[in-house]
Nanobody, 117 residues
Framework: QVKLVESGGGLVHAGGSLSVSCAAS????????MSWVRQAPGKGPEWVST???????RYVDSVKGRFTISRDNAKNTVYLQMDSLKSEDTALYYC???????????WGQGTQVTVSS
């Protein structure tokens, strides 16, 4: 069955860096678009970034130039490198698979990123 497992979250000071990973299994990873979505306390989910099967990337404006999404198809893993972190980046970060109908059809359990100011 499809499984997405995030790791790598933690506590970091503002201005610092953190990398989160999402290990995928149960499907042909290389063929699917993968995204990172975050949810801050008391707020709704916010799309952060997507990488397609060709490695093309897109970002929400608030993280452009600071975050980098990448994928390693040999390891069935998608990454999010986060630099110059701000307190407003504090959230639970989820990886999700973008289904064929352009809806997210599978989600990981999330990994917490906390940025202290």
């Amino acid at each position: 069955q499809v499984k997405l497992v995030e790791s790598g979250g933690g506590l970091v000071h503002a201005g610092g860096s953190l990398s989160v990973s999402c290990a995928a299994s149960g499907f042909t990873f290389s063929a699917w678009y993968m995204s990172w979505v975050r949810q801050a306390p008391g707020k709704g989910p916010e799309w952060v970034s997507t990488i397609n099967s060709s490695g093309n990337t897109r970002y929400v404006d608030s993280v452009k130039g600071r975050f980098t999404i990448s994928r390693d198809n040999a390891k069935n893993t998608v990454y999010l490198q986060m630099d110059s972190l701000k307190s407003e980046d504090t959230a639970l970060y989820y990886c999700a698979r973008l289904g064929s109908d352009y809806e997210y059809d599978y989600w990981g359990q999330g990994t917490q990123v906390t940025v202290s100011s």
